[in-house]
């Protein structure tokens, strides 16, 4: 029998992805939907891989069953961990409120001109915002279609960003405040042992 390599694994590299895209990100807008895309795909890790193995005794013994978990398995585990249950509400807010919990807290300009350095201009630019969180643009203002949209600009400025209500504890550790990048990239590391562990019971 061929080594089974379970299909969470590609949901892995979809977390992987998009962690590489919030390390990108242009803008606030940018990082806000690379984070959701990064919270939405580590969510689906789990639910592929208990889904896959929903039916394999050695699995649901080590992972454990969804209705009052035992101590000692990972469903135990996930449910009492400060940083997954983080992951799993941000997961749930994403999906019921829309993309929140990112705060930008200072932006330095070092140079910007509006009339050459806002590249790619879309249909119906009638102003342009400056925020804490970046260069916008307001469209079509006043009717239907009015939107305020980040400007692809060549400005020179940084921004400072923060992630509210972060967990400071991770499988009994103090881990303190960590930023979002760092945070994200240590709950990946989390779900690929998940991963890694499940592929050894299942091909043992």
């Given amino acids: 029998m061929d080594y089974l390599i379970p299909r969470a694994k590609k949901n892995l590299h979809q977390c992987e992805y998009h962690i590489s895209l919030m390390e990108k990100s242009q803008n606030l807008e940018e990082l806000e939907i690379n984070f959701a895309a990064f919270v939405v795909s580590a969510r689906s890790v789990t639910f592929v891989l208990q889904e896959e193995f929903s039916k394999n005794k050695k699995f649901i013994n080590w992972y454990g069953k969804k209705e009052d978990p035992k101590k000692g398995t990972k ?56 925020r804490a969180d970046g260069i916008f643009l307001t469209v079509y203002s006043g009717t239907p279609k009015a939107d305020i949209i980040s400007a692809v600009t060549t400005a020179t400025f940084s921004s400072e960003f923060i992630l509210k209500n972060t967990p400071t504890m991770h499988l009994s550790k103090n881990i303190g405040r960590l930023n979002f990048f760092d945070l994200s990239k240590l709950y990946y590391e989390y779900l690929k042992g998940l991963v890694e562990e499940a592929t050894e019971i299942v091909n043992s």
Wanted: glycine content about 8%.
């Fill in 75 to 130: 469903r135990f585990e996930m449910k009492n961990d400060n940083l997954c249950k983080f992951f799993v509400e941000t997961r749930n807010n994403v999906e019921k409120k829309g993309i929140t919990g990112i705060q930008a807290t200072a932006m330095k300009i070092q140079s910007f001109d509006s009339t050459q350095d806002i590249k790619n201009k879309p249909d119906g630019i009638d102003g342009t915002i400056i």
